[in-house]
Every structure is written in C-alpha cells, then in structure tokens.
C-alpha cells in the first residue's frame, strides 16, 4: 500500500471547538476521524459510541478524535447546522465534529470523496505524520481499535501506559430537562 | 384510578398509512402508542425497537401499534415532515407514525399535553374500550409489557393462544449432539 | 394438538424448598419449568435469566417457576447435589430447583424424557389444569413468553395488572466473599 | 511501581496442549493469563470471552493467552480435571488452560496467591521479559486491553500493523443505497 497523505478536511462549520481544526496543526499526534450521518444507525449505535470511547481512553496530547459529518443522503434533514448541533447535544458527543461540505454535481461532500469512504459509519486512524493507516468501514471492533492507535502512538515515543475507561448513559429525554 | 379515556391524536400529518387512524375507529383493538422524539436517544435504543417488537408478535387485529412524534425540544431539526419521513426510512419502521401536532405558546405537542406525558420513550397502552391502562415511562421491560397487552386481549375475548415469537435454535444444547 | 398432562417431575434432590414439589398440589397456578444444565451457555446466559425474570414479573400465588436439571451429559461433573448447589449460591438462583433423576440404560434423565424435550434449555408452560401449553426449546423472547402466561392467566381469572421488574447483577466473585 | 517478574505457573494440569507452559519459555511474547473459575459469573459472561478475543486479535507468535482455573471456593465442585474438561468443551474455549494447583491450609491456590489476585476474573499482563505489567480485577475494557496490551508489542519490536479484526458491514450505509 501506498502511503496516502490525509486530505484536508472541508468544513463548512465546526462544533464543540472555537477555531477550525487543520490536520496539517495536529502533526505530532494521531487523528481519529469519525464519518457518520446523524440519521445512520449503525453511526449511532457504534460507531459514535466507539469514537467517544476512544476520546476518553487516549490522552488528548496523543489522540485527536474528530467527527465528520458526512451527509451522502437526506440533504434536506440532515444538513443543517441546527440539525446536527440538536444532535450533538442529545447524544452528549464532546469531540471536535465538522460539517462535511457539500458539492455541486454528487451527493457526497468533498470531504467524504477526497478520504475515498465507502459510506457511514467510517472510521479512519491518521498517523502522527498525517498518513492514513486504517480506513474501516463498519464496526470494528474496539479491541483491534485500540490496538492499531496504540502501534502508532509506540511508533513514535514510547512508555505511554492508557488507562482504563468506562462509558455509562442512561436513556429518558424529560419534559423538564435534557436527554440523559 | 379513576378510568380515563385516551384522547385522540392531534396529528398534524401520518406516515406509513393511506388515511388518519382514530382511536375511536380501532375500538375493539388493544392500542399501544409509542411517544418518541427523533433525536431521543432512549427511544432510538430501546423505545421504537420495543415498539416493532409488539407489533411483530401479536396480531394486527388485536394489537393496533402507532408511533406519535411529539416534539417538545429542538422543534426547528425535529418538527419537519422530510426528517421524520427520513428518520422512518433509515430506522425501517413499519407502523403507523403521526405527527403531534405542535401548540401556540408551549413546546409541549397537543397530544402529549392531553396525554399527560412525562416525556420521551413513553408506552402508553390504551384497552378495547379506549381506556388508557398503562403509560410507562422509560423503557418497561419486555415481558411485563407482552403480559399486560394480553391482560387486555384476554379480558375481552377467550381461547387465544399467541405464537411462538422468535424462538430461535442457537445457544441451546441438544440431546444428539454439542451445544452451539 | 392434544392436550397433554404434564408427567410428574422425577426429582433425586430439591434446592431452595423444603418440601419437594408436586403438580398434583399446584393446580389452580401457571407452573413454568426451565429445564437446564449448569454447563449449558445457552441455559446460563439466557434460560435462567429469563426464569427469574419470570417469578419476578408474576405473583407466585399465580405463576409458580421450577427449575429442572435435566442432565444429559457431562454426568460425571453436572451429576452431584454439591455441584448444582454451589452453580444455584454463585448464580443466586431463588426459585425451586429440582434435580432430574438418571435413568438406567441412557443418559437422559426421567423427567427430561417423559417431557420429551429435544434439549437445553427448554421453558415448558403448564396451565392451571396441568395441561402442556408451551414447550420451547431455545430462547423465546421475552415478550411472547409474558404474553404467553398471561393468556393462562387470564383464562381462569381476570383483573391481574404484572408490576414491572428489572433485574440488575455484577460481576465478580471476591476471595473475601461471594460473587455478585 | 517495582517491576515484578511474573512467577511460573504451578499448575496441576494442562488442558488444549501437549506439554506445560512455562514463562520462562516464553520471553519474547507478551503473555496474558485470565484467572477464572468455571462458577463464576463475571468470568463466564466476560472474562473468558474477552481472553478468546485476544486470542483472536493477536498473532500467536507475539501473544500468548493462557487461562488459568483458579478454584478458591467450592473446591469439591470446581476442583476436578473432569469438571474442567467438559466447561471448556462446552464453552469452546481454544487456549492452553491450566489449573492451579491447590495449597494446604488455605483456599487460594498457589499461582493465586504467588500473583496476589484479589479474585476472579483478573486479567494478568505479562511483558515479554517476564514483568507483570497490568492486573485487573473485574471487567476492564476492550479498547483499553487492545492498548495495553500493542504497548508491549511495540515496546519490543516496531512497525508492527495488527490486522483489522471482525470488521462487519451490517450495521452500515453505503453511498451507492440504503442503510442496512
């Protein structure tokens, strides 16, 4: 395989962080991209879930997770802006996530097309170099996840011991208050 | 408790049906009607799928299951016919679904108002009579939920004896041979 | 179908009851029989669970649950009273539990033959008269097995509302202690 | 925290290979020991499949998964050759698996106590010079044990790339159709 140099990505806006985020600036660390749609359900039942595990099990100085919001479908529900901050906030999701930006002529944002995804829940591993190493699409499980960011992370320094993480939710949305 | 009559469905707009359903018209039917938002990350989880399960195993001329979108938070994303046909499409649901229909003056939909929901996932099971026997908020569990639906088909009709839902052969040990 | 009686149940040793049960002595309730084995999967993973689910959902003056060990193999280690009473301690099992007595000339015990089950685990339904309504061999689901003993229920009585049950366990066994 | 070679295994007997293991043979591989008992819960739902996992995500020629039958109570139940056997038939488990070999004058077995485990399930760490790196009692998670353990792997050697294991496509949107 051919080395392949991450693309920029092409966001026509950020959440959950103040400026917008180069992957050329996080040289030195590992980028984790997460691409899903607030509509798929395999992003909601997995794959969101494993990008915020992986957010708490790594240090923030070593990994960086990012979402990206791939819209390939439904364009009209799920491309707003208003949209996927409401999403944002219901699933409690507390990574850096971009809007993938839209293209003229195809329904799949640049973003999306210049990383080559096959669709959503993709889960792409950047090395510190801005390579990319793994390009998965569906679940992987959370095991060899951890163990392919980990080989990147070795690659470049050493003696980095991760902690152990636990993740817990519960499920009502009241009246009164938030989802939770 | 005193008996209440279940008002009917304020519905602004129904999916997955040629006409409105009335309450009034489906007398003679147990009803169970899923209150769900979207963006509920509990009734994405455990509410709708619990919802498809009771449709699946009873009969649809005893067991009428509808969905009612009532949006009380995140109107602009959630309150639009095109996200719930699209939320609907990806999440396959087959039942019946309306729309609450959105008041003046409070976030809280007028059949949710008239229900008196506490929120999102709620269960809410209505008997042959239109009398609201059970609204549940948060995620019952399966077994007490299939126990009081037929409560309610039994105490109205005699001798029926529902199928085998899902009884599936894996994790068993059999007599000629291995478990598996 | 014929309405089958259900045969006696062949018990060498009770867990969890002073007395050793009868059927005879139990008409008039919804007796439910959980045949397993202690080294079955399927049986510890989703049999047993399911059982106490279901003397926790009914009354027990209504639904009385039996555990059967139907020992079919491994007889040399399932076969003592002190290996089924130290599995019932650690798997905090509550309802009675009978041990299914060998038969000469083949590995299937008594009870397990006369019932004529294929396997473990099985759930088999008695109704109030003793008669066979049910026989799964597998994992039914929790819905249809609720509405299943409902129906049973209500055939001979009317006006029964199940509470709502969860069940809720740990996961590891102490050297100072027990597990749970 | 002082390095602390890891001590040899007392084991008793050896299931799933010819001859007994010995660390000491095994410098050069990260080894992982799951400490179990057959009547455990936790480790029957969690620890025995996560010891399975490692053993399927990692090459055998850099990890070695080890399971250790650490019989602290119920010795007359669990403590037999035979009892063993037929729970790792059972359970398919594929590993080598050892018991420990019991102590006079307290409950704890040897291995047990020479690695002062607090009970089971525990998962040991081992590098690949012998030094106990990680013990976890409990339920630690699967990234963070994919982590640990591709730490020590690299620690050692380098430009190791582990596989992408179990990736599924269900669960997945594809840009050329639905959801699924």
């Known amino acids: 395989m051919i080395d392949t140099l991450a693309p920029e990505i ?17 040289r030195g660390k590992v980028v984790v991209i997460e691409a899903f749609q607030m509509l798929c359900p ?9 990008a915020s595990l992986i957010a708490q099990t790594f240090a923030p100085d070593q990994v960086q997770v990012i979402g990206l919001h791939t819209v390939f479908e439904h364009h009209e529900v799920q491309g707003t802006n208003a949209a996927l901050a409401a999403f944002i906030h219901e699933y409690r999701l507390a ?37 990319i190493r793994h390009n998965h699409f569906g679940r992987p499980d959370d095991m060899a996840v951890g163990a392919q960011i980990m080989v990147l992370i070795m690659a470049s320094q ?23």
Chains 1, 2, 3, 4 share one sequence.
Do not use: Y
């Open 42 to 50: 395999g992003c909601v039942a997995h794959g969101l879930p494993q």
């Open 95 to 131: 990574f850096p996530i971009a809007i993938d930006t839209p293209q003229q002529g195809t329904p799949v944002p640049q973003t999306m097309a210049a990383l080559n995804l096959r669709g959503t829940p993709s889960l792409i591993i950047i090395d510190q170099e801005g390579i």
């Open 10 to 26: 092409a966001a026509s806006h950020w959440f959950n962080i103040d400026k917008p985020l180069k992957l050329s600036d996080l």
């Open 158 to 180: 050493k003696s980095v011991i991760p902690g152990a993480a636990n993740v817990q939710d519960s499920d009502t949305c009241r009246i009164d208050g938030d989802c939770g």
